[in-house]
């Protein structure tokens, strides 16, 4: 099983670009993906606190495969990074990463990986002295406290100006923030499952469907 995994917070790209970069690199690789799994939060939380990340990772079996646009996808600390990692490649998982293109199983030698997690480090070091966020990545904004609400009437098919009538918003700002956290591209997709631990909307949940192409020859069949 081949897995393309997207991770949806504030301090990273957003899905389509993640999408965009798994996707050219599978095409690149000859890799056909047979299911996208998406992550999505308000916040960046701590692998601890991403209960359906560490259920997923113990789903997947030995001879699986997981393409993700980096490594900081699966986590911007370095110290949860070398977990995750361990915790895949001894289950014989492999991981294969759009940027820098390379391939992380078995065979690696931890020696490899340890320049990936340096750079990861000054990704940090800069954030923590406020020098400036990753390429790609959104800051917090005012609207993520509605991200709920949004999510919920974007479902429910209501237009973006009936949405920022509700919430008594403006419309271009609001339009703005729904396409930089990629929420019309989330509810798009024909989820077949869905885990979460509270009952705000799509608040910190893993989401799992089938990839695009099989979901549009399911849809012809249908």
């Given at each position: 099983?081949?897995?393309?995994?997207?991770?949806?917070?504030?301090?990273?790209?957003?899905?389509?670009?993640?999408?965009q970069?798994?996707?050219?690199?599978?095409?690149?690789?000859?890799?056909?993906?047979?299911?996208?799994?998406?992550?999505?939060?308000?916040k960046?939380?701590?692998?601890?606190?991403?209960?359906?990340?560490?259920?997923?990772?113990?789903?997947?079996?030995?001879?699986?495969?997981?393409?993700?646009?980096?490594?900081?996808?699966?986590?911007?600390?370095?110290?949860?990074?070398?977990?995750?990692?361990?915790?895949?490649?001894s289950?014989?998982?492999?991981?294969?990463?759009?940027?820098?293109?390379?391939?992380?199983?078995?065979?690696?030698?931890?020696?490899?990986?340890?320049?990936?997690?340096?750079?990861?480090?000054?990704?940090?070091?800069?954030?923590?002295?406020?020098?400036?966020?990753?390429?790609?990545?959104?800051?917090?904004?005012?609207?993520?406290?509605?991200?709920?609400?949004?999510?919920?009437?974007?479902?429910?098919?209501?237009?973006v100006?009936?949405?920022?009538?509700?919430?008594?918003?403006?419309?271009?700002?609001?339009?703005?923030?729904?396409?930089?956290?990629?929420?019309?591209?989330?509810?798009?997709?024909?989820?077949?499952?869905?885990?979460?631990?509270?009952?705000?909307?799509?608040?910190?949940v893993?989401?799992?469907?089938?990839?695009?192409?099989?979901?549009?020859?399911?849809?012809?069949?249908?």
């Amino acid at each position: 099983m081949i897995y393309s995994y997207t991770r949806q917070i504030p301090t990273l790209s957003n899905l389509i670009e993640q999408q965009q970069d798994v996707l050219s690199f599978a095409i690149s690789r000859n890799l056909k993906i047979d299911k996208e799994v998406v992550e999505y939060a308000t916040k960046n939380l701590t692998i601890d606190e991403r209960s359906e990340f560490e259920s997923f990772l113990q789903s997947m079996q030995m001879g699986d495969s997981v393409i993700i646009s980096s490594l900081s996808i699966l986590s911007d600390r370095a110290s949860e990074l070398i977990k995750v990692i361990n915790c895949m490649l001894s289950r014989g998982i492999d991981v294969w990463i759009a940027n820098p293109n390379i391939l992380l199983n078995r065979d690696t030698n931890m020696v490899d990986i340890f320049p990936l997690l340096n750079e990861l480090n000054e990704v940090e070091k800069r954030k923590n002295s406020n020098i400036g966020r990753p390429k790609g990545s959104r800051s917090n904004s005012k609207f993520d406290k509605y991200k709920g609400e949004i999510i919920t009437l974007l479902n429910d098919n209501l237009s973006v100006s009936a949405i920022a009538r509700e919430l008594d918003v403006s419309r271009s700002s609001l339009k703005d923030y729904i396409e930089s956290r990629g929420l019309k591209e989330l509810l798009s997709r024909d989820w077949i499952e869905k885990s979460h631990n509270n009952s705000g909307g799509l608040d910190n949940v893993l989401l799992i469907c089938p990839f695009e192409e099989d979901r549009k020859n399911r849809l012809k069949v249908s």
